[in-house]
C-alpha cells in the first residue's frame, strides 16, 4: 500500500516542528512548508493526501490556494486532496461565507488530539474515495482499467505531460479469432486465455503503465514518458514474449489461429501549446475509428501537438 503522506503548511518553524513530531508518531508520514507557494512546489514531485494549511496569507491568501488546489483536481492534473484550514474565529467566517470546496477548519491554536483526529479523519475520507475509485474504474475480472477508468488516467496523463513538455504512448493490442476460441472451446477456455495473456503482457510493462480492457478481444496500454522509440521497443519486446504465450497454447492443444496485432501512437505537446483538450478529442477519435477496423495490421505514428496543430508522422 502507498505511504500515506499529510502536507502541514506554516510559516513558524517551531511550530511547525512541534505538529510534525505529533502527527509523525502516526500512521502517516509529514512533510511541511513555509508557505503556500512552497507547498504547490512541493505537491508537483510528491503526491500527498491530506493537506492542512493556514486560511490566512502566507505569500498568497488561503482561499487562493484552495480555488488553485480544487481547479487542480478538476483538470484531473492531481488527485482529489483533503484540505483542512486553520485560523481564528474570523477567518473562519469568511471561509464559510466564501463557498469554496474546503472539508474542515481548525480553531488556531488547536489541541494535539483534536489535530490528530481531524488528520485521520482526512486519511479516512481519502480512502474511502480511493476504494470507490478502484471498484467503478477496475475490471475485477481482468484487474485492467474500464474505459471510464481509462479515459479518467488519459486526461490526467494528457494533463501531466503538457505541463512538463513530455511524451506518452498508447499501444493499441487486438487479439484476432479470440471469438473463435469461445465458440469452440467455451468461455472458461476464453477466459484463461485471457489470463494468461495479460500475465505476459504485464511482464514487459512498468508498474506504473496502465492497461485497459476496451473490448472482449482489444486491449490499449498506456505508457507514460515514452516516445516513439520506446513504444517501438515494447512492441519488439512483446513480439518475443509472446512466443512463449503461443508456445503454452500450443501444449494445451488450442491450435486455433490466434494473432495479436499491435497498432501505436506517441503524443507530444510542445511547450506553449495549450492543446489538451484538443489532445483529448484526437486520442479517442484514435481508438474509436481504429476499434473499427475489420482487417487491423501493424502500424505506428507519432503525432506532435504545437500551437498549430497536430503533426502526424507515421514510423
Known amino acids: 500500500m502507498p505511504e500515506k503522506k499529510l502536507l502541514f503548511i506554516c510559516e513558524d518553524k517551531e511550530l511547525a516542528h512541534t505538529v510534525k513530531q505529533s502527527l509523525?508518531?502516526?500512521?502517516?508520514?509529514?512533510?511541511?512548508?513555509?508557505?503556500?507557494?512552497q507547498a504547490i512546489t512541493i505537491m508537483d514531485k510528491t503526491d500527498v493526501d491530506v493537506i492542512i494549511a493556514p486560511a490566512y496569507e502566507t505569500n498568497i491568501g488561503g482561499l487562493e490556494f484552495v480555488k488553485f488546489l480544487r481547479s487542480k483536481e478538476s483538470d484531473y492534473v492531481i488527485p482529489k486532496k483533503y484540505l483542512i484550514l486553520?485560523?481564528?474565529?474570523?477567518?473562519?467566517?469568511?471561509?464559510?461565507?466564501?463557498?469554496?470546496?474546503?472539508?474542515?477548519?481548525?480553531?488556531?491554536?488547536?489541541?494535539?488530539?483534536?489535530l490528530i483526529w481531524?488528520?485521520?479523519?482526512?486519511?479516512?475520507?481519502?480512502?474511502?474515495?480511493q476504494e470507490l475509485f478502484q471498484k467503478l474504474s477496475i475490471d475485477s475480472n481482468t484487474n485492467t482499467l474500464t474505459p471510464d477508468g481509462f479515459y479518467l488516467v488519459l486526461e490526467s496523463e494528457i494533463n501531466r505531460i503538457s505541463r512538463h513538455t513530455r511524451n506518452f504512448s498508447l499501444l493499441l493490442i487486438t487479439i484476432i479469432n479470440l471469438d473463435d476460441i469461445?465458440?469452440?472451446?467455451?468461455?472458461?477456455?476464453?477466459?484463461?486465455?485471457?489470463k494468461k495473456f495479460l500475465m505476459h503482457l504485464r511482464n514487459n510493462l512498468r508498474n506504473y503503465d496502465q492497461v485497459s480492457k476496451l473490448d472482449t478481444n482489444m486491449y490499449v496500454v498506456l505508457v507514460p514518458?515514452?516516445?516513439?522509440?520506446?513504444l517501438k521497443g515494447l512492441d519488439?519486446?512483446?513480439?518475443?514474449?509472446?512466443?512463449?504465450?503461443?508456445?503454452?497454447?500450443?501444449?494445451?492443444?488450442?491450435?486455433?489461429?490466434?494473432?495479436?496485432v499491435h497498432r501505436g501512437i506517441s503524443i507530444g505537446i510542445l511547450q506553449n501549446a495549450n492543446k489538451k483538450d484538443e489532445v483529448f478529442e484526437f486520442?479517442?477519435?484514435?481508438?474509436?475509428?481504429?476499434?473499427?477496423?475489420?482487417?487491423p495490421k501493424d502500424e505506428f505514428m507519432m503525432c506532435t501537438f504545437s500551437e498549430f496543430g497536430p503533426e502526424v508522422e507515421y514510423l
Open 86 to 114: 486553520y485560523g481564528d474565529e474570523d477567518t473562519r467566517d469568511e471561509v464559510f461565507r466564501s463557498n469554496l470546496l474546503v472539508d474542515d477548519f481548525l480553531l488556531y491554536p488547536f489541541y494535539e488530539p483534536e
Open 24 to 37: 509523525d508518531n502516526q500512521i502517516f508520514t509529514v512533510i511541511t512548508a513555509q508557505s503556500h507557494l
Open 225 to 230: 514518458d515514452a516516445d516513439s522509440h520506446s
Open 182 to 194: 469461445l465458440l469452440n472451446f467455451g468461455k472458461d477456455w476464453q477466459g484463461w486465455i485471457e
Open 283 to 295: 486520442v479517442k477519435h484514435w481508438l474509436t475509428k481504429e476499434k473499427e477496423v475489420n482487417t
Open 236 to 260: 519488439k519486446r512483446l513480439k518475443k514474449e509472446y512466443k512463449s504465450f503461443f508456445s503454452e497454447l500450443k501444449h494445451m492443444g488450442l491450435t486455433e489461429d490466434l494473432q495479436i
Open 118 to 129: 481531524r488528520a485521520k479523519l482526512g486519511f479516512n475520507y481519502i480512502t474511502q474515495i
